[in-house]
């Protein structure tokens, strides 16, 4: 039977891996935080149309592309650790911008392009924070018979921030203290985290070119890319219509029920099994919400979408890995991330720009999605990847 597992070892969990992983946990829960509450604000706050709110939640998506071909240049020109420093405190001038621009500027028209812009800055900052935490400096911490453990346990942590952070933005957004600072402030204390790690300085390598696709994109994934981009188109969809701390917490119940399952209900099984499963269960959530209006419904529901998003997300992670070459490990889990926030991010605008007056609709759209992602796996990506990966 053709599996992959991935093992366990205790050794990788020392203290600075700790550290990166909440720190990676931090960041991404500060930017997620943003899904339920950002809109929610803008709706109610300042006025702004379906399509405002569409463009400014999608515009994230076109920044996690614009600094991702420098970044092999940064980490080689400058020390890669205060890169991902100086990226994180874009992430938290980003989000400061935001909450100053809602404040401070009564005009529409300003407002929905300055919102815009940090928007825009702030998918740039992430996107490379998570291509230099993620790809490099957690790589860098780990010995290399760990690495895809390493790589593996960390998107664990990222993909955790999906349910924690919004489900803390909502909490808040019920009391007297602002949602935005709790976002600033989730992203300053990853800062600190990742200030409080060294790692030895490293010679540059010469003649290393301004832009590349290096640590960035890995053209010879780009199927894999695209299947992952339309399971987070559907993902993307259906946040837009979720604005419940309930929803989110059932989410986390799912995540943790897919790790469970993906240590022991899937340690042996078919290499294609997880992303079978997965679709099947976000697919089935989806029906059973389109379909039942009774309330176990609502608890159910998040729970199988989780599962399904965690058994999906772990497996195509070791799929980009696996395709790339030894030296293009990192590339590989740039390319991973790049397809799942910008799929993620596609399915907020559409969601909002299209639907948003129709709930019933997006979720059949983002039904649709789920069935097109499965179809292209079974049909054509799965023996695809079989006959090019490297490992």
């Known amino acids: 039977m053709d599996t992959q597992n991935t093992p366990v ?10 550290i990166l992983a909440i720190a990676n946990l931090l960041i991404t829960m500060s930017v997620y935080l943003l899904i339920p509450i950002l809109p929610v604000w803008m709706y109610n706050d300042t006025s702004l149309s379906h399509r405002d709110v569409g463009m400014v939640m999608g515009a994230y998506g076109v920044g996690l592309f614009l600094l991702g071909g420098f970044c092999n240049w940064f980490v080689q020109r400058y ?3 205060k890169v991902c420093l100086w990226a994180m405190m874009g992430v938290v001038c980003s989000l400061l911008g935001i909450w100053i621009v809602g404040v401070e500027v009564p005009q529409q028209w300003l407002l929905s392009y300055l919102l815009l812009f940090f928007r825009v800055t702030l998918g740039a900052s992430f996107g490379l924070v998570q291509m230099i935490l993620s790809s490099t400096l957690i790589i860098d911490k780990s ?7 390493a790589n593996h346990a ?10 924690l952070g919004p489900m ?3 909490v808040f957004a019920r009391t007297n203290f602002n949602s935005f600072w709790v976002s600033i402030i989730l992203a300053l204390t990853a800062f600190v985290l990742l200030a409080t790690v060294n790692f030895p300085f490293r010679t540059p390598d010469d003649g290393v070119k301004k832009f590349s696709g290096d640590r960035f994109f890995l053209p010879q994934a780009k199927w ?21 701390a309930m929803f989110y917490a059932m989410l986390m119940v799912g995540f ?13 099984a078919d290499l294609k099994s997880q992303i079978v499963s997965g ?37 195509f992670l070791l799929f980009f890995i696996k395709l790339s070459k030894h030296c293009q490990r990192g590339t590989a889990v740039s390319t991973y991330m790049l397809g799942w926030e910008s799929g993620v991010s596609a399915g907020l605008f559409a969601g909002y720009f299209f639907f948003s007056d129709d709930v019933h609709l997006v979720l059949l759209v983002s039904l649709i999605c789920i069935c097109l992602a499965f179809a292209q796996y079974v049909l054509f990506t799965h023996q695809w990847y079989i006959k090019k990966k490297n490992r």
């Open 9 to 18: 070892h205790i050794s990788l969990w020392h203290a600075d891996f700790w």
């Open 79 to 81: 020390r890669r650790n």
């Open 143 to 149: 010995e290399s018979f760990q690495r895809t453990e």
């Open 154 to 163: 960390s998107a664990w942590f990222a993909r955790f921030a999906m349910s």
């Open 168 to 170: 803390v933005g909502i």
């Open 224 to 244: 894999l890319f695209l299947n992952l981009f339309i399971i987070c188109l559907s993902l993307g969809l259906l946040l837009s219509t979720q604005y419940t």
């Open 256 to 268: 943790c029920l897919a790790l469970l399952a993906e240590r022991f209900a899937f340690a042996d």
């Open 279 to 315: 679709s099947i269960l976000i697919a089935a959530a989806l029906m059973m919400t389109l379909t039942r209006k009774q309330m176990v419904v609502t608890y159910i529901s998040p729970v199988l979408v989780g599962m399904g998003v965690g058994l999906i997300g772990s497996r």
